[in-house]
C-alpha cells in the first residue's frame, strides 16, 4: 500500500485555536481537542470570570477541567511525523468566494496558484507540477491566476485566440484568419503586444515625465506659498508697528491739543474773572458813594452839604462798558475747524493709500484670471455700487439721484473751486476707485437731437484743467471710452478712435478685471451682446467716468443704474 496516497482530513489532526498539527493533545470534558498549551492560554485569560469555555461549542465549565492527553491522536501526529505523511491542506488553502479555484481539483477545490494561458486552465500548487516537470508543458506560459481565461477562446471556433486583426482591432483565432478575417492585416498577438507595448512605454514615459513636470510645478508652488506667507507676515509685523507709531502721533497730537486748549482756556478765563472783579469792585464803591450822595441830598444844613458836596461828588475813573469787547461764541471753533481738517485729509490719504495697498494685494495672484461671466446673472455677481464725486463736475453738469445721475444743463452751476473739477469737458469722475473685478451698468438718453454720452473709465491722475487732449476721456493713455449716440458706437483711447458694431440700446454695461487687463463694453437689453473688449495692463486704480455732450437744443444725461 502506497502511504504517500493517503490524506487525512486537517479538522481531525489541527488544532482548532492555532491551525497548526497538535502539539501535546489534549481533550475537553466536551471531547474537542486542542494544543495543550493553545487551550491553557485561553482559559488563562478567562481565570477572572471563574468560567471556562470551550473555543469550538462554548460549553462553560466551573470550576476550571483538569485537561486529559488525547492518546489516539497523539500517536496519530507521531507517526506522520515518523512516515513524512502530510496533513490536508489548511482552510486558508482552500478557493473562497473572490478566489481563482483550481480546474483539476474533485470535491472541495483548493486555491489555484497560476494559471495557464494554453492549457485555459489554472491549477493548485499540486496539480501545477506536471508544468515544471513535463518537457512539453514547460514551454506553456503561466501567469497569475485569473478568471477571464474563457476570454482567451474563439467563442465561433472554440479556439485559443493567438493572433490580432489589425483591421478590426480585435483578437482572433487562426480559424477566423483564413475564414471572416481573410485578407485582413493580421499578426500575431504576440507580435501586437510588442508593438502595444512599444506604445505603452512611450505612454508611461510621457505619463512619468509630465509627474516630474508636476511635481516641479508643485513644489514651485509651495515655494511660492512659503514667500507669499513670509511676504505677509512681514508686511503685517511693519504695518502693525507703523499704524501703531501713527496711533501713538496721533495721541500725542490729541494730548498736545487738549492742553494747549485747556491752557488757553484758563488764560482767556483768568483775565476776563480779573475784569469781573474789578468791575464788582466798581460797582460796589458806586453803590457805596450813592448811598453818601443819597443821604447828603437829604441833609437840612445848607452849610453842610456845600461843605460836604465837593469830595463826595468826585468819582474815580470808570471802566467804560465799550472798552470790553465780547466775540462772538467761537471761542475754540476755530480749532475743532483745523482738526476737522486735519481728519478730512487724513481720511483722503487713507483712503487712497488703502486703495493702493488693495491694488498691490491682489498682484498677488498666481493662480489663472477667472473667465468673463457668459450671462447677465453672471456678471451681477461682480455689481458693484458707484457714485459721482461733485468735486470732479463740470460746470455744465448738474448731478442727482445721490450722484448716481448727471445731466447736460443750459446754465452753469455754481460749483465751488476744486482743483478735482473738469474745467472745460463736460465730464464727471466716481467717487469710488475700482480694482479686482467689477460690473456696472449705466442708462443714457435725453431730450432734443445730438445726444451723446461717452461711458468711460480713466486713472485718477488725468488731467482736469483746460480743453487739451489730456483732459478729455478717451483721448490719452490714462482713459478709455465708449462713445454712445443713436446712431453709432466708437471706442477712444490715446486719441485712436475705433468704430463700434453692435445693437443700439440705452443701457451700456461695464464690465473690469483689472489684475487680468480686462475691460469689456456690452449693449443691454433682453440679452447681452459684446461691443468691444480690451486687453491691456492697468498700472493705477480706475475711476468710472460720464461725459454728457449736449447742445443748446439737446439735454443729455447718464446715471450708473441700481443693480439688484
Not at 502721533?249 to 485747556?262: A, C, P, T
Not at 460836604?308 to 475813573?317: C, D, G, I, Q, R
Amino acid at each position: 500500500m502506497e502511504h504517500k496516497s493517503v490524506q487525512l482530513d486537517q479538522e481531525i489532526i489541527s488544532c482548532p485555536i492555532c491551525l497548526d498539527l497538535l502539539k501535546d493533545p489534549v481533550t475537553t470534558p466536551c471531547g474537542h481537542s486542542y494544543c495543550k498549551n493553545c487551550i491553557k492560554d485561553h482559559w488563562d485569560t478567562e481565570d477572572d470570570k471563574r468560567i471556562y469555555s470551550c473555543p469550538q461549542c462554548r460549553k462553560s465549565f466551573i470550576p476550571r477541567p483538569e485537561l486529559l492527553k488525547n492518546t489516539m491522536l497523539a500517536v496519530l501526529v507521531e507517526e506522520l511525523k515518523k512516515t513524512g505523511l502530510q496533513a490536508a491542506p489548511a482552510n486558508h488553502c482552500y478557493a473562497g468566494p473572490e478566489d481563482v479555484a483550481c480546474d483539476f481539483c474533485t470535491g472541495r477545490k483548493l486555491r489555484a496558484v497560476k494559471s495557464c494561458l494554453q492549457c485555459v486552465a489554472s491549477y493548485c500548487e499540486k496539480h501545477l507540477q506536471p508544468h515544471y516537470d513535463v518537457a512539453p508543458l514547460k514551454k506553456h506560459k503561466l501567469v497569475e491566476p485569473s478568471e477571464k481565461l474563457q476570454e482567451n477562446i474563439c467563442s465561433r471556433h472554440d479556439e485559443v485566440m493567438k493572433m490580432f486583426c489589425r483591421t478590426d482591432q480585435q483578437c482572433i483565432c487562426y480559424l477566423c484568419s483564413v475564414d471572416e478575417h481573410k485578407g485582413h492585416d493580421t499578426v500575431s498577438a504576440a507580435a501586437e503586444r510588442t508593438e502595444r507595448q512599444r506604445e505603452l512605454e512611450g505612454i508611461r514615459h510621457n505619463i512619468q515625465q509630465r509627474i516630474q513636470d508636476r511635481e516641479e510645478d508643485v513644489k514651485l508652488l509651495q515655494q511660492e506659498v512659503e514667500a507669499i506667507n513670509g511676504s505677509a507676515d512681514k508686511a503685517v509685523e511693519h504695518s502693525e508697528k507703523i499704524f501703531t507709531q501713527l496711533i501713538r502721533l496721533m495721541e500725542e497730537r490729541r494730548s498736545d491739543v487738549k492742553q494747549q486748549v485747556r491752557s488757553q482756556q484758563e488764560t482767556e478765563v483768568s483775565r476776563v474773572k480779573e475784569l469781573q472783579e474789578k468791575l464788582e469792585q466798581e460797582i460796589t464803591e458806586l453803590k457805596r458813594k450813592d448811598a453818601e450822595l443819597k443821604k447828603l441830598s437829604h441833609t437840612e444844613d445848607h452849610n453842610q452839604f456845600l461843605h460836604n458836596y465837593p469830595s463826595l461828588s468826585a468819582l474815580s475813573e470808570s471802566t467804560h462798558s465799550s472798552s470790553i469787547k465780547i466775540r462772538p461764541l467761537k471761542y475754540f471753533e476755530d480749532v475743532t475747524a483745523a482738526v476737522s481738517e486735519v481728519r478730512h485729509k487724513l481720511q483722503d490719504v487713507l483712503r487712497e493709500t488703502w486703495t493702493n495697498i488693495s491694488l498691490t494685494v491682489t498682484d498677488v495672484d498666481v493662480l489663472l484670471p477667472q473667465p468673463e461671466p457668459k450671462t447677465r446673472a453672471g456678471f451681477l455677481r461682480y455689481s458693484c455700487e458707484i457714485t459721482l464725486d461733485p468735486n470732479t463736475a463740470n460746470t455744465w453738469l448738474l448731478l442727482s439721484e445721490g450722484n448716481r445721475k448727471a445731466t447736460f444743463m443750459k446754465q452753469q452751476q455754481s460749483y465751488t473751486d476744486h482743483p478735482d473739477r473738469f474745467t472745460d469737458w463736460e465730464q464727471v469722475l466716481s467717487r469710488e476707485s475700482l480694482t479686482g473685478r467689477c460690473y456696472w451698468e449705466v442708462e443714457w438718453g435725453g431730450e432734443g437731437v445730438g445726444v451723446t454720452v461717452g461711458v468711460a473709465v480713466a486713472y485718477k491722475n488725468i488731467s482736469r484743467a483746460g480743453s487739451s487732449e489730456e483732459c478729455r476721456f478717451g483721448s490719452n493713455d490714462k482713459s478709455w471710452m465708449l462713445y454712445c449716440s443713436r446712431e453709432s458706437y466708437n471706442f477712444d483711447h490715446n486719441k485712436v478712435q475705433t468704430p463700434v458694431s453692435g445693437p443700439r440700446s440705452s443701457r451700456v454695461g461695464v464690465y473690469l478685471d483689472h489684475s487680468a487687463g480686462i475691460l469689456s463694453f456690452y449693449s443691454v437689453s433682453d440679452t447681452m451682446t459684446l461691443l468691444h473688449r480690451v486687453q491691456t495692463t492697468f498700472t493705477q486704480p480706475l475711476y468710472a467716468g460720464l461725459q454728457i455732450n449736449g447742445f443748446w437744443l439737446s439735454r443729455g444725461s447718464a446715471e450708473f443704474c441700481e443693480l439688484k
